[in-house]
């Protein structure tokens, strides 16, 4: 299908190489890469201490990076318009975009500046962790420029960066699955991360047995984590579990939520819980190739994100009841949800058709037309030039 997109080529890395010969002069000292995810299931879990199976996409975020010898900042993207400048103590205040990139500077602490410049192969607001995805890229290029290994300790430490430089400078408290899943992502395989403990296991997904792909189709509702939606459902969690009087959400028993008397908090609860006993009955479909056991954990997930959170919307529940039709075992939304993506397990001969049924669902609405890839586990960040 030729509206397929392929995610990251090699010439990425290249094409941000001469972006900031032009931007700049002269060359970058490196380029690193994060990749953007996408989470198979357990969705809105990380927050409350609960479990989540992402993987990490070939679509990456390329970062091209020199030293400087004073303090001042200087930002470009080929992905997103304008550029930013400042000194390293203008960190804490760049708007927009730009704070993604001014906090990992500002919670890494850098006291020289940098020249940087930015491409992405991660479509923004689409439910695939941009936002994660060039944190990462810009915390390894900027960590490898100080002379840090890049080994499994450095990795978690920059994760934690990252979310502290999302949640405090640019205002969105994210959970955490989105930069642990880009640092730590095991190429070709997918990523247990359990929140209890914040221990990860890898793994292998291996849908091509089962004769099988995972289509993303991205709706093109743009969402924003830092509107406040978000961080109500966090705040939703947070209540329900002290009123059930433990730390997190996850901590509860399995059937617990039914003592809320709050119709609200009794379903945020209800989703959460369940949703990391989806989790656990996915890690094990997978393990034994059961892929309709599978589709049918990730069809029930989407219908606990819709009615129980209520973060889904028309046109991703229109993708997940089009894909199904078409043939899909499973389909559910990804992400935070609110618009961004969704994911479909379909037979691999039959990707092509239910790409088409759902774009001719959403011509039929008069709504614009869905983009779609194929999620392939790929590689976590790292230094690529
Ligand atoms: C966003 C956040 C994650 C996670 C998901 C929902 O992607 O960045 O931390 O909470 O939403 O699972």
């Not at 002069?25 to 890469?33: C, F, I, Q, S, Y």
């Not at 656990?280 to 049918?296: C, F, H, M, P």
């Amino acid at each position: 299908m030729d509206h397929l997109d392929p995610g990251t080529t090699p010439w990425m890395a290249a094409r941000v190489g001469k972006a900031f010969e032009q931007a700049y002069g002269g060359t970058p000292d490196l380029v690193a890469r994060a990749p953007g995810r996408v989470n198979l299931i357990g969705e809105h879990t990380d927050y409350n201490g609960g479990r989540c199976l992402p993987l990490a996409l070939p679509h990456a975020t390329y970062v091209a990076a020199r030293r400087r010898e004073d303090d001042r900042v200087r930002i470009s993207s080929l992905t997103v318009e304008g550029e930013w400048t400042g000194s390293t103590k203008d960190l804490a205040a760049a708007p927009g975009w730009a704070s993604y990139v001014t906090g990992v500077l500002w919670v890494l602490e850098v006291e020289r500046g940098f020249d940087l410049v930015i491409a992405s192969s991660v479509p923004v607001g689409s439910g695939l962790s941009s936002s994660a995805a060039l944190e990462c890229a810009v915390a390894v290029a900027v960590d490898a420029l100080h002379g840090h290994p890049l080994d499994d300790v450095r990795r978690r430490h920059l994760a934690a960066a990252c979310m502290r430089a999302e949640s405090e400078i640019a205002g969105a408290p994210t959970g955490g699955m989105d930069q642990l899943v880009a640092m730590l992502a095991p190429d070709g395989d997918a990523l247990l991360i359990d929140f209890h403990d914040d221990s990860t296991r890898p793994v292998p997904v291996p849908l091509q047995e089962g004769g099988l792909q995972l289509l993303v189709i991205d709706t093109g509702v743009r969402h924003a984590l830092a509107d406040g939606a978000y961080a109500a459902r966090r705040r939703e969690c947070e209540a329900a579990a002290h009123l059930l009087g433990v730390p997190t959400l996850a901590r509860a028993s399995e059937d617990s939520w039914s003592r809320l008397s709050d119709d609200v908090l009794m379903r945020r609860a209800r989703h959460v819980l369940t949703e990391c006993e989806r989790v656990d009955t996915a890690d094990q479909a997978i393990i034994e190739g059961e892929w309709a056991e599978l589709g049918a954990v990730l069809d029930a997930s989407h219908a606990s994100l819709a009615h129980d959170f209520e973060v889904s919307c028309a046109e991703l529940d229109v993708a997940v009841e089009t894909a199904r039709a078409a043939g899909a075992l499973g389909a559910r939304m990804t992400g935070g949800g609110f618009g961004g993506s969704v994911i479909a397990l379909a037979p691999a001969d039959r990707v092509t058709d239910v790409a088409a049924t759902v774009a001719a669902a959403y011509a039929a609405r008069g709504w614009s037309s869905p983009t779609f890839l194929v999620a392939e586990p790929s590689a976590p960040a790292g230094v690529v030039g």
